[in-house]
């Protein structure tokens, strides 16, 4: 068994105060061990310019059409680490978020 992160708790300033997310798809993901539907977000603050929001189980977040400030519940960090080229040891991080419920503000 390896000693690795697997989720860090963010306080609610950590992301920055505006976030703009846009509707990516929707997908079934692993969530402790199980299939769970989720609906996945492209987004972006001041302090962050490119993450991605996974918002398990539809009924926590609305489907709505372009770019618009939203807000999160219950945020955890889920690093995850992709090999950028195959056979070199280069990696790089992918920040994905995963919140309890994602609310639209405008």
């Given at each position: 068994m390896s000693n690795r992160v697997t989720s860090i708790v963010l306080k609610d300033n950590q992301l920055g105060n505006k976030i703009k997310a846009t509707?990516?798809?929707?997908?079934?993901?692993?969530?402790?061990?199980?299939?769970?539907?989720?609906?996945?977000?492209?987004?972006?603050?001041?302090?962050?310019?490119?993450?991605e929001?996974?918002?398990?189980?539809?009924?926590?977040?609305?489907?709505?059409e372009g770019r618009k400030?939203?807000?999160l519940r219950e945020v955890t960090l889920v690093p995850s680490a992709k090999r950028n080229n195959i056979?070199?040891?280069?990696?790089?991080?992918?920040?994905?978020?995963f919140a309890k419920q994602l609310l639209t503000l405008n």
């Amino acid at each position: 068994m390896s000693n690795r992160v697997t989720s860090i708790v963010l306080k609610d300033n950590q992301l920055g105060n505006k976030i703009k997310a846009t509707v990516k798809e929707e997908r079934e993901v692993y969530v402790e061990g199980k299939r769970i539907p989720c609906r996945i977000f492209t987004a972006s603050s001041a302090l962050h310019p490119d993450f991605e929001i996974i918002v398990p189980n539809l009924r926590n977040s609305l489907r709505f059409e372009g770019r618009k400030e939203v807000e999160l519940r219950e945020v955890t960090l889920v690093p995850s680490a992709k090999r950028n080229n195959i056979g070199t040891v280069s990696r790089s991080l992918e920040l994905q978020i995963f919140a309890k419920q994602l609310l639209t503000l405008n």
